[in-house]
């Protein structure tokens, strides 16, 4: 079945550093990529998404790009802040209207 | 504001008793969803209704209800057959291709 591998946490980084989040995911046909974000206490928001192979979906400094040939949708971001501070969640759109979620990936970043 | 809401923030609940959570949604999305998430954990899937009056099992219904009787509402009981049910609930709509998430309610069993 369709499933998300990302991964896994905690990773800490220092203020300004580069971020790369992993993912990579197993699906039947060509599914929608996701990272959706998650701070203390709330739900989750969208951070972005990329419908089809080849296109980069970006916000707030984060870029992701949807590799078909690796199956990947690393999330990345050139100069992280304190406020980046949360839990990652790479997704995928399945069959029946259902997303599958990775497990998640916390992030924590030091001034 | 269009968004999705959830009440009641915090809720407690003694072992052996029924309780219901709140979810309404004003985005005028068919989907709607429940998850569950356990500390340092991912989102399991507990229900899903893609329409008014219909709903599938999701991952982990076992100990679970629930019911869609409007486009804007689906609420969710927690059983006293469920063994372990003190975890993080969020519920999310779907709009498009993409879910929209509520800002969930924390369920500690006392």
């Known amino acids: 079945g369709d499933s998300v591998t990302q991964m896994e946490g905690p990773v800490t980084l220092s203020e300004e550093a580069f971020l790369t989040i992993n993912c990579t995911y197993t699906?039947?046909?060509?599914?929608?990529l996701f990272w959706y974000v998650q701070y203390p206490g709330e739900g989750l928001q969208l951070l972005l998404k990329?419908?089809?192979?080849?296109d980069k979906g970006s916000n707030k400094g984060f870029e992701a790009t949807y590799r078909k040939e690796t199956t990947s949708f690393h999330l990345e971001k050139g100069s992280v802040q304190v406020s980046d501070s949360a839990v990652y969640f790479c997704a995928l759109s399945a069959r029946a209207s259902k997303i599958i979620f990775g497990s998640g990936t916390r992030l924590s970043i030091r001034p | 504001d269009g968004g999705i809401t959830q009440s009641p923030k915090y809720l407690f609940r003694k072992e052996g008793q029924n309780v219901t959570l709140s979810c309404e949604q004003n985005?005028?999305?068919?989907?709607m969803y429940w998850y569950r998430q356990d500390p340092g954990q991912g989102l399991r899937l507990i229900y899903y209704s893609q329409i008014v009056n219909d709903f599938q099992k999701g991952d982990i219904a076992e100990g679970y209800s629930v019911s869609r009787e409007k486009k804007e509402s689906f609420p969710l009981t927690v059983t006293s057959a469920q063994k372990n049910p003190t975890a993080f609930y969020l519920c999310?709509?779907?709009?498009?291709?993409?879910?929209?998430f509520g800002p969930g309610t924390r369920l500690t069993v006392l």
């Open positions: 990329a419908t089809k192979a080849d």
């Open positions: 999310a709509s779907k709009g498009g291709i993409e879910q929209f």
């Open positions: 985005l005028n999305h068919d989907a």
């Open positions: 699906a039947t046909g060509y599914p929608s």
